[in-house]
């Protein structure tokens, strides 16, 4: 799964990356998302412990962003968004349970315009962020953004 979600990202990425890209110099975008999280990484590994299994998986997210342009490709701005996970639990002899965690996570990105197809475009989305894990852990992500 991991290698086509990969594979997949870079096709898209050069396919993207064939126009040219808009003037960004100035621009204000602000605006609302909403996203499905694919989780990486041991935090999303199911595991066994004697007779428990335990997973976990990345769910549902919305927020909104704020991005200034800096140049005629680049964006600064940030991420603020609401995300759930979803844990399940299943004891041999006691049965399964499922319980969904949320929280708010502040992020602060950069934005790279990879073309332009009359209004819409398609941008590189990278940064860094606090990520509301219980511990607020801090964390980097990367990403696609189309936007019109």
Do not use: C
């Not at 110099?25 to 199911?46: E, H, N, R």
């Not at 934005?111 to 801090?138: P, R, V």
Request: proline letters at 1%.
């Amino acid at each position: 799964m991991k290698r086509f979600v990969i594979s997949a990202t870079l096709i898209l990425l050069l396919a993207a990356s064939a126009g040219s890209a808009a003037s960004l110099k100035s621009l204000m975008m602000v605006g609302p998302y909403a996203g499905y999280t694919i989780g990486f990484g041991d935090a999303f590994k199911d595991y066994e412990i004697g007779n428990s299994k335990f997973s976990s998986s990345a769910g549902l997210n919305f927020g909104g962003n704020f991005h200034y342009g800096l140049s005629d490709k680049m964006m600064i701005g940030g991420e603020v968004y609401f995300q759930q996970t979803k844990y399940e639990v299943d004891i041999e002899g006691f049965g399964s349970t499922s319980d969904t965690e949320s929280g708010t996570n502040f992020l602060f990105s950069g934005l790279y315009a990879m073309s332009q197809m009359q209004k819409a475009m398609f941008l590189l989305n990278a940064g860094a962020g606090l990520y509301d894990t219980g511990d607020n852990d801090i964390g980097f992500f990367g990403g696609i953004m189309y936007q019109r």
